[in-house]
């Protein structure tokens, strides 16, 4: 399978609790992002890295969310004390970024990990 | 801020018909559209995608037409199946050289194919 794979795909935790999510890309894509969605929503863009460097956060992205791409291959995404609102599905998607003026960047999502906080 | 909307949240189309999805978006700096589809339970699956030097792109059974004057985006389903039924983003992007394409979705249609 080449696709964007998600780990663990469902979370339940308590409130309060650490949670680390993973994400291994497409091979060889170069950019990384995370999202989050909650229900009847679209996606909201978290976080993204180009090879092993995080470029963009969002200002949704709290003090309590940290993302890592230590070797420009795969990504976590972890949550500390987490809360009842944290409460989502957590999308991974990755691109390729080519040479300029080629049709690239096209961003293929994972399944996502849905954490459930009680 | 700027985001991008949908003019309905729920379309029911006869299987065999053709489906249209509508959207607007605000940010008349994005130069990037993207169409996906999501079944419950799973990720985003890209459809197709326009730029802005575009006004339709053509896949296979569907064809994006992008209207840049009154900032509207549609997507068209030729032949409806059942298969198609779930919820239809669309997102927008805006680029400058060198930036990753940071997208802002709207809120989703759920289309549902009756048999």
């Known amino acids: 399978d080449t696709g964007v794979s998600q780990n663990p795909r469902h979370k339940i935790t308590k409130r309060g609790q650490n949670v680390t999510f993973r994400c291994d890309p497409i091979s060889e894509h170069n950019r990384l992002y995370w999202y989050r969605q909650t229900l009847g929503q679209g996606p909201e863009f978290l976080t993204y890295f180009q090879n092993e460097a995080q470029l963009e956060k969002s200002r949704l992205l709290s003090d309590r969310f940290s993302a890592e791409r230590p070797k420009g291959s795969f990504s976590t995404l972890e949550i500390q004390r987490t809360e009842q609102g944290d409460s989502a599905m957590y999308l991974c998607a990755s691109s390729l970024r080519g040479a300029e003026g080629r049709r690239t960047d096209t961003q293929y999502f994972g399944p996502g990990t849905r954490l459930t906080v009680l | 801020g700027e985001s991008v909307g949908l003019h309905l949240p729920t379309l029911s189309v006869q299987e065999g018909d053709n489906s249209i999805i509508n959207c607007a978006y605000s940010?008349?700096?994005?130069?990037?559209f993207i169409w996906y589809k999501q079944e419950s339970g799973k990720g985003p699956q890209f459809i197709i995608d326009i730029r802005s030097n575009m006004d339709k792109r053509q896949g296979q059974r569907v064809t994006v037409l992008l209207n840049k004057t009154v900032k509207h985006l549609s997507l068209q389903i030729a032949a409806t199946q059942p298969g198609d039924s779930a919820v239809y983003f669309c997102a927008e992007s805006k680029t400058s050289s060198g930036s990753a394409r940071q997208l802002t979705f709207g809120s989703g249609t759920q289309l549902t194919v009756l048999p």
């Open positions: 940010n008349s700096a994005s130069d990037y």
